[in-house]
């Protein structure tokens, strides 16, 4: 498992929020998540100009072994998709916590991700499953 970076926040449906200097909220899944899920063949995200709700589901992965519902752990405006995933979902399982990350988003409320996980409070969670 790769180290969790300390500047990113968490669900515990194992979607991850990292703030970026410009406000933006760049949206992935951990490692974690894409070890369980196995190797990812497709992934539905939602397009740019759509409007994501905290906790709501925000689109689809799938992988060799499921398809699971993707949440989304702020609301906002969505900006960009990574584009590059639709030819190659295998940099979600390669690189999740950079080049496999899902989505960006104009953040509503800052307020949102302070109910959200803290890395170490990630760690703890997931060494409990």
């Not at 993707?70 to 900006?79: A, E, K, R, Y």
Request: charged share 25%; hydrophobic share 35%; proline share 4%.
């Amino acid at each position: 498992m790769k180290d969790i970076p300390e500047n990113y926040k968490f669900l515990s449906s194992h979607e991850w929020a990292r703030l970026e200097e410009d406000g933006i909220v760049t949206v992935g899944i951990s490692d974690y998540a894409q070890d369980q899920l196995g190797d990812i063949v497709y992934l539905e995200l939602p397009q740019t100009g759509s409007v994501v709700k905290q906790l709501d589901k925000m689109g689809e992965i799938e992988s060799v072994k499921a398809v699971s519902d993707l949440f989304s752990p702020i609301s906002g405006n969505v900006i960009e998709s990574n584009s590059d995933l639709d030819d190659h979902p295998e940099l979600v399982n390669e690189d999740p916590f950079g080049k496999g990350w899902l989505i960006r988003v104009t953040m509503r409320s800052a307020n949102e991700l302070d109910g959200l996980m803290t890395a170490s409070e990630y760690q703890s969670y997931i060494e409990g499953l």
